[in-house]
């Protein structure tokens, strides 16, 4: 079964960068999409990208173009998310999930699709 282990967050800076990996094991990850997501206090959680492991597609959700890429390893099993110009309303926990589906539209993906998901790292950007 894929266990999925967020890692990367931590306190920053308005302005600031910082890129969360998503380590994947116990299964093969050319098999998956992943997906990044984040959850602020209070809130829903959403989607901010995802990628098709085994031909690098990468879909972003309107909001998240520009400031976040999402890119992946897989000869070391993990997939990076790099956040730049990072905002105080982007403080949140972010989670990597992994789903089976394979769409040809990236646009339909949602967090209800997903079928394996880490525990989440925490980012909070303030100064």
């Known amino acids: 079964q894929l266990q999925l282990v967020e890692s990367g967050g931590g306190l920053v800076q308005p302005g600031g960068s910082l890129r969360l990996s998503c380590a994947a094991s116990?299964?093969?990850?050319?098999?998956?999409?992943i997906g990044w997501f984040r959850q602020a206090p209070g809130k829903e959680r959403e989607g901010i990208s995802y990628?098709?492991?085994?031909?690098?597609?990468?879909y972003y959700l309107d909001s998240k173009k520009g400031r976040f890429t999402i890119s992946r390893d897989n000869a070391k099993n993990m997939v990076y998310l790099e956040m730049n110009s990072l905002k105080p309303e982007d403080t949140a926990v972010y989670y990597c999930?992994?789903?089976?589906?394979?769409?040809?539209?990236?646009?339909?993906?949602?967090?209800?699709?997903?079928?394996?998901w880490g525990k989440g790292t925490l980012v909070t950007v303030s100064s």
């Open positions: 990628i098709d492991t085994s031909d690098g597609r990468t």
């Open positions: 116990g299964s093969i990850l050319v098999l998956y999409t």
């Open positions: 999930a992994a789903s089976l589906w394979k769409s040809s539209d990236m646009s339909e993906y949602a967090p209800d699709f997903m079928n394996y």
